[in-house]
């Protein structure tokens, strides 16, 4: 195959490096199994950036599944929640874990209930999207619970 992409049939290997030399192109190998062996004229520089870009993007195109975090607070206002739960449901439709993590200052450990009706209060709204993995644990002054997509 020529730079235009045109077939040039099978060619012996000094015709075909003879051709490429000419053009001031590289001979690259293509497919080395195949017989005879297919090869293509091309600039190779150009062949393995347009390689790369085209595994950067298929890379790109599979990612998912990764943790984000939503930080709650246990006397939380009602639009800071909504924002969060909004961000939240942005996550779980990237497929992306969520983590929702609560952290308790001061006297507000007291009232550790308040804190987790605010997490179940979460947990319940993001039930159409993802379930939690397991109940909400503390680990010393944070609760901490991790949401999956469905």
Same mark, same amino acid.
């Given at each position: 195959?020529?730079?235009?992409?045109?077939?040039?049939?099978?060619?012996?290997?000094?015709? $075909?490096? &003879?051709?490429? %030399?000419?053009? @001031? /192109?590289?001979? +690259?190998?293509? !497919? #080395?199994?195949?017989?005879?062996?297919?090869?293509?004229?091309?600039?190779?520089?150009?062949?393995?950036?347009?390689?790369?870009?085209?595994?950067?993007? $298929?890379? &790109?195109?599979? %990612?998912?599944? @990764? /943790?984000?975090? +939503?930080?709650? !607070? #246990?006397?939380?206002?009602?639009?800071?929640?909504?924002?969060?739960?909004?961000?939240?449901?942005?996550?779980?439709?990237?497929?992306?874990?969520?983590?929702?993590?609560?952290?308790? %200052?001061?006297?507000?450990?007291?009232? +550790?209930?308040?804190?987790?009706?605010?997490?179940?209060?979460?947990?319940?709204?993001?039930?159409?999207?993802?379930?939690?993995?397991?109940?909400?644990?503390?680990?010393?002054?944070?609760?901490?619970?991790?949401?999956?997509?469905?």
């Amino acid at each position: 195959m020529d730079e235009e992409g045109k077939q040039l049939g099978v060619l012996p290997t000094q015709d $075909a490096l &003879k051709l490429a %030399r000419e053009r @001031g /192109l590289d001979l +690259v190998l293509v !497919s #080395p199994g195949a017989q005879p062996p297919v090869c293509r004229i091309a600039d190779h520089g150009k062949l393995k950036y347009e390689q790369s870009k085209k595994e950067k993007e $298929a890379r &790109k195109s599979q %990612r998912g599944g @990764g /943790l984000k975090e +939503v930080k709650l !607070s #246990p006397k939380i206002a009602q639009h800071d929640f909504e924002v969060r739960l909004r961000k939240a449901r942005e996550f779980l439709e990237e497929k992306n874990q969520v983590k929702l993590s609560m952290f308790f %200052r001061g006297r507000e450990m007291a009232h +550790v209930d308040l804190g987790m009706k605010v997490m179940e209060r979460m947990i319940e709204a993001l039930g159409d999207l993802g379930k939690a993995e397991a109940k909400p644990k503390r680990f010393g002054k944070n609760f901490v619970v991790i949401v999956s997509p469905k």
